[in-house]
T-cell receptor, first 117, second 116 residues
Framework: GAGVSQSPRYKVTKRGQDVALRCDPI?????LYWYRQALGQGPEFLTY????????KSGLPNDRFSAERPEGSISTLTIQRTEQRDSAMYRC???????????????FGPGTRLLVL | AQSVTQPDIHITVSEGASLELRCNYS??????LFWYVQSPGQGLQLLLK??????LVQGIKGFEAEFKRSQSSFNLRKPSVHWSDAAEYFC??????????????FGKGTLLTVNP
């Protein structure tokens, strides 16, 4: 596609429900990142995929958060038993693999605004 | 641990005035630095990036930034601000954790208001 797309754009859910957030990266992009952005803050890293392999999940706050990218393209971030503190903007970014360049450019989607009531 | 500091939470300038947004980083090696802009309802858009070489980098929309190693800074500048520049600006550093993982560490952002 022309850019990174995310769905839904807005999600309102009740505390305790599970939610699934989808990211469709730019076609051909190998690397995929998830970030979370609280109000008034910059985005914070959650997890990273290289193709279908989840190579870094150090930013996931707890075991209620999980992510997958089964075919190396679309990725889903799942939050189980949502809590009010999970309310935030969830952003996805993708990039081409660049070997040892050291500064690969990430292209961000519009984000999913999650509100947990 | 590395960090990025944007000292100014909110800046207001008049249209046509010059602009400088500050960014300081703490990192154990020469970082790779980025400026992103976030307009309401939009995703993060890359303005410019610094990897190496010339310390003055040019970006889109007439923005430029200068890397100063001695000051651990990467300030964003624009000679004449337009009303459409009103947005939130984020400075970011790449923290490379091995392989092709270039996860970004962001500052908290600076909100720019432009007065007519």
């Amino acid at each position: 596609g022309a850019g990174v797309s995310q769905s839904p754009r807005y999600k309102v859910t009740k505390r305790g429900q599970d939610v699934a957030l989808r990211c469709d990266p730019i076609s051909g992009h190998v690397s995929l990142y998830w970030y979370r952005q609280a109000l008034g803050q910059g985005p914070e890293f959650l997890t990273y995929f290289n193709y279908e392999a989840q190579q870094d999940k150090s930013g996931l706050p707890n075991d209620r958060f999980s992510a997958e990218r089964p075919e190396g393209s679309i990725s889903t971030l799942t939050i189980q038993r949502t809590e009010q503190r999970d309310s935030a903007m969830y952003r996805c970014a993708s990039s081409l693999e660049s070997g040892d360049r050291g500064g690969e450019t990430q292209y961000f989607g519009p984000g999913t605004r999650l509100l947990v009531l | 641990a590395q960090s990025v500091t944007q000292p100014d939470i909110h800046i207001t300038v008049s249209e046509g005035a010059s602009l400088e947004l500050r960014c300081n980083y703490s990192y154990g090696a020469t970082p790779y630095l980025f400026w992103y802009v976030q307009s309401p309802g939009q995703g993060l858009q890359l303005l410019l990036k610094y990897f190496s070489g010339d310390t003055l980098v040019q970006g889109i929309k007439g923005f430029e930034a200068e890397f100063k190693r001695s000051q651990s800074s990467f300030n964003l500048r624009k000679p004449s601000v337009h009303w459409s520049d009103a947005a939130e600006y984020f400075c970011a550093v790449v923290r490379r954790s091995g392989g092709s993982n270039y996860k970004l560490t962001f500052g908290k952002g600076t909100l720019l208001t432009v007065n007519p």
